[in-house]
Nanobody, 120 residues
Framework: QVQLVESGGGLVQTGGSLRLSCAASGTIFGIYVMGWYRQAPGKQRELVATMHASDATNYADSVKGRFAISRDNTKNTVSLQMDSLKPEDTGVYYC??????????????WGQGTQVTVSS
């Protein structure tokens, strides 16, 4: 059974920083892509940043230059350093793992979400 557990959300003022972390647990032989998505109230879930096992990254235009994603393939963890936060960054942030290889299957997984609130 694979689980993604997130931590690090919270309340911060405009211009502040937060760091989100996500750890995948279970018997995992590899993860193709790990990343972060977010969902603001009344809006669809959107991609924030992803990182391939090869270290290739992809960022939403709205966070380029402010957010940095990193991962540790040996520990199956992914982190998101968020700087210069804006009120429009507010939302529930979800960790996502794509192509998780276990003994029996390859599947995608979502974390439970962590709230990030940026006050103006």
């Amino acid at each position: 059974q694979v689980q993604l557990v997130e931590s690090g959300g919270g309340l911060v003022q405009t211009g502040g920083s937060l760091r989100l972390s996500c750890a995948a647990s279970g018997t995992i032989f590899g993860i193709y892509v790990m990343g972060w998505y977010r969902q603001a109230p009344g809006k669809q879930r959107e991609l924030v940043a992803t990182m391939h096992a090869s270290d290739a990254t992809n960022y939403a235009d709205s966070v380029k230059g402010r957010f940095a994603i990193s991962r540790d393939n040996t520990k199956n963890t992914v982190s998101l350093q968020m700087d210069s936060l804006k009120p429009e960054d507010t939302g529930v942030y979800y960790c996502h793992a794509e192509g998780v290889r276990t003994t029996s299957r390859q599947s995608d997984y979502w974390g439970q979400g962590t709230q990030v609130t940026v006050s103006s």
